[in-house]
């Protein structure tokens, strides 16, 4: 029987939960700082079980022994960002918590595979890989699922067609310079320039790379929950299922497209093992370029951060 813990049972952590359980893919640990919320939240979805008719256990708890042996962790504990504040901004204060996390979470669960949400996501997916010492395959950061799907919702709604049928595909940073691939979407095999013009696709891009602020601007207080929390589910059943999705994620660059020693969106083989390869597609001079200067961007956070967790 398979299990998933989750840490943080915030929006975005009960959310992983619920979608975990109902689709049927592990039982669940939420687990917080928190007494007596993942408690809560838990014991309320567990409820839904005979309504949705499933069989999946969701338990709360402030107290890493319940995770032990989970097959799945995922990191969503953190603050969330606030209007105004960018990923960036809450570098320190989640380096700090996805540290004691990362730490607590893998001394019980030696055997995990770790999934990162908090943000800023890459960066906080390099801190767990160094933090759990665990192989690269098996850290991995949960952005590049969460952008191609607010993509391929873009294109949808502006063609008018069934999201369904589109297939969308977004590289590098989880942040304003991430790389929207529109030569590798399409609407069911039909490539994106084909139905959209030029113009309309830049601003569909931009609208994607800014799909989080926007949100948080009309919420005025926190960040997405359900497509991030759906994403990271998403996750979950390819790895625990062993489908080997092809899903853009953060994961571990060891000189494919000529980056090194950064965790940067690529499209990955998810798999039991976790991440069983890293594709590498033939980019243009253009799409190349703005992959190098995301990783570039994320590489800096990366320093900025290591700087701050010395001076702690
Ligand atoms: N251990 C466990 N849980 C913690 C810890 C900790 N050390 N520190 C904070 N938390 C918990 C909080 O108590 C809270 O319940 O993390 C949870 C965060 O939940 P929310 O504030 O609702 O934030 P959420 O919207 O879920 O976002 C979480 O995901 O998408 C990212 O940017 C987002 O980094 C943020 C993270």
Redesign the pocket.
């Known amino acids: 029987m398979s299990k998933v813990c989750v840490?943080?049972?915030?929006?975005?952590?009960s959310t992983v939960a619920q979608y975990v359980a109902e689709k049927d893919y592990a039982d669940v640990v939420l687990?917080?700082?928190?007494e007596g919320?993942p408690q809560g939240k838990s014991l309320d979805m567990h409820q839904v079980a005979p309504i949705n008719s499933h069989g999946r256990k969701i338990f709360g708890t402030n107290n890493y022994a319940d995770t032990a042996g989970s097959d799945v962790v995922v990191i969503?504990?953190?603050?969330?960002?606030k209007p105004g504040m960018s990923?960036d901004d809450?570098l320190k204060t989640?380096a700090g918590?996805v540290q004691?996390?990362a730490k607590e979470a893998v001394k019980h669960s030696p055997d995990a595979i770790f999934i990162v949400?908090?943000?800023p996501?890459d960066v906080m997916t390099y801190l767990t890989f160094k933090t759990t010492k665990l192989p690269a395959k098996r850290v991995i950061g949960m952005a590049g699922v969460l952008d191609s799907a607010r993509f391929a919702t873009f294109i949808s709604m502006e063609l008018g067609m069934s999201a369904e049928d589109v297939k969308a595909m977004v590289l590098g940073g989880h942040g304003d310079l991430m790389v929207p691939l529109p030569r590798f979407s399409s609407v069911n095999g039909v490539p994106i320039p084909e139905l959209i013009s030029k113009e309309r696709i830049e601003e569909i891009c931009k609208r994607t790379a800014n799909g989080g602020a926007e949100i948080v601007a009309l919420l005025k207080a926190?960040?997405?929950?359900y497509a991030?929390g759906a994403s990271a589910a998403q996750m979950v059943g390819s790895i625990l299922h062993d489908k080997n999705r092809l899903l853009p994620c953060a994961v571990y660059a060891d000189g494919q497209y000529g980056l090194k020693d950064v965790y940067v969106g690529l499209p990955a083989v998810l798999g039991r093992e976790g991440v069983k390869k890293i594709v590498e597609l033939k980019l243009n001079d253009d799409e190349m370029a703005a992959l190098k200067k995301s990783a570039q961007s994320i590489r800096e956070n990366i320093d900025v951060m290591n700087q701050l967790l010395v001076a702690v």
């Open positions: 840490v943080g049972a915030g929006f975005v952590g687990i917080d700082v928190l919320i969503t504990a953190g603050i969330a960002r990923r809450l989640n918590i004691s996390v949400v908090t943000n996501l926190g960040s997405a929950w991030p």
